[in-house]
């Protein structure tokens, strides 16, 4: 069975602070996925990034980056000098090798307030 | 490069009724994922399509249906609806079928169905 953990419900930051959201999953699976994704108000999820399960090497997009380990079996998500448009819902997401369905977090509502 | 599309957007409906829910994939993805977000429940996997085929549900009563078409757009049916029916309806489409990796899946704006 698949699980992901996201145990921060509600997170709030005031504008240019550091914000990091925890995602923690269990899998049998040797070979899966591991996906970030953000949901605004209007409702769609839009797609941040993808990591394998062969790939540990942390990543940089601008003022996001993700930690992706192994051993903690944890993929944690940073928000650099934070802003407001940032506000959202975040959900962490996994999708096993085994199976197409991604099991998703229950989220956690960023809010940056100015 | 237009992506996934879901119509209608809100779609209101009383106990019992049936109702159809529509996803375009983007140009290219042969599957199709269909998840429920309920409130207090999150996002739950209903259905996957692939070809045409249903090659993998969810934990939902057989009333969840849907279908695919040679075009590879959707179609999810609900019958007998229920009040905790109510969710926002999100589709999803990937490029990577059966023989293919595990390609991110891209997300529609979703559709609104309330049941009175």
């Known amino acids: 069975a698949q699980k992901v953990t996201q145990a921060q419900t509600e997170i709030s930051v005031v504008e240019k602070e550091d914000v990091t959201l925890d995602c923690v999953y269990e899998?049998?699976?040797?070979?899966?996925?591991l996906f970030w994704y953000k949901q605004p108000p209007s409702g769609e999820l839009v797609f941040l990034i993808r990591?394998?399960?062969?790939?540990?090497q942390n990543e940089i997009s601008g003022r996001y980056s993700w930690n992706f380990q192994k051993s903690t079996s944890s993929f944690n998500f940073t928000i650099t000098a934070s802003q407001v448009v940032d506000s959202a819902v975040y959900f962490c997401a996994l999708l096993p090798g085994s199976a197409r369905q991604l099991t998703f977090g229950s989220g956690t509502q960023l809010t940056v307030l100015p | 490069e237009a992506g996934v599309t879901q119509s209608p957007t809100h779609l209101i409906k009383t106990r019992g009724q049936q109702a159809t829910l529509r996803c375009s994939p983007i140009?290219?993805?042969?599957?199709v994922y269909w998840y429920q977000q309920a409130l207090g429940l999150g996002l739950q996997f209903l259905l996957w399509?692939?070809?045409?085929?249903?090659?993998n549900r969810g934990n939902f009563p057989p009333r969840f249906s849907g279908r695919q078409f040679p075009n590879y757009s959707s179609e999810l049916n609900v019958n007998a609806l229920e009040l905790e029916d109510s969710a926002l309806y999100l589709c999803?489409?990937?490029?990577?079928?059966?023989?293919?990796?595990?390609?991110?899946?891209?997300f529609g704006p979703g559709t609104r169905l309330t049941v009175l």
């Open positions: 140009s290219g993805h042969t599957s």
């Open positions: 990591r394998n399960s062969f790939d540990e």
């Open positions: 999803a489409s990937s490029f990577a079928g059966l023989a293919g990796g595990l390609d991110e899946q891209f």
């Open positions: 399509y692939d070809e045409g085929e249903e090659r």
């Open positions: 899998t049998r699976d040797t070979t899966y996925y």
